[in-house]
């Protein structure tokens, strides 16, 4: 089992950045940790994946060459650096986990099995 809690959310003008962070209860380097965002309305969306076996980064074309995924194993945390953003970046952004070999499409957010409360995070034109 798996507890995924985020931090970092906030309101930022369009230009701006913000860093999120998810915490993880157990030890994440057995798994694939991502982010998803979800606007009023919308559904739930991939944003960013990382495997920890292999260190590869997966990202939505949405926001490539703004945001950047990284983690920390010591800290069993792992981070989502948004830089430049945009005012449609503004949704609820959820961390989520699932077991590194896990079958499924990791850009769904159906292949995952954890998720945190999620944090809200406002970009103002």
């Known amino acids: 089992q798996v507890q995924l809690v985020e931090s970092g959310g906030g309101l930022v003008q369009a230009g701006g950045s913000l860093r999120l962070s998810c915490a993880a209860s157990?030890?994440?380097?057995?798994?694939?940790m991502g982010w998803f965002r979800q606007a009023p309305g919308k559904e739930r969306d991939f944003v960013a994946a990382?495997?920890?076996?292999?260190?590869?980064?997966n990202y939505a074309d949405a926001v490539k060459g703004r945001f950047t995924i990284s983690g920390e194993n010591a800290k069993n945390t792992v981070y989502l650096q948004m830089n430049s953003l945009k005012p449609e970046d503004t949704a609820v952004y959820y961390c989520a986990a699932r077991w590194q070999y896990s079958s499924g499409n990791l850009y769904r957010a159906d292949a995952y099995d954890y998720w945190g409360q999620g944090t809200q995070v406002t970009v103002s034109s």
């Open positions: 157990g030890r994440i380097s057995s798994y694939t």
């Open positions: 990382i495997m920890w076996n292999s260190g590869r980064t």
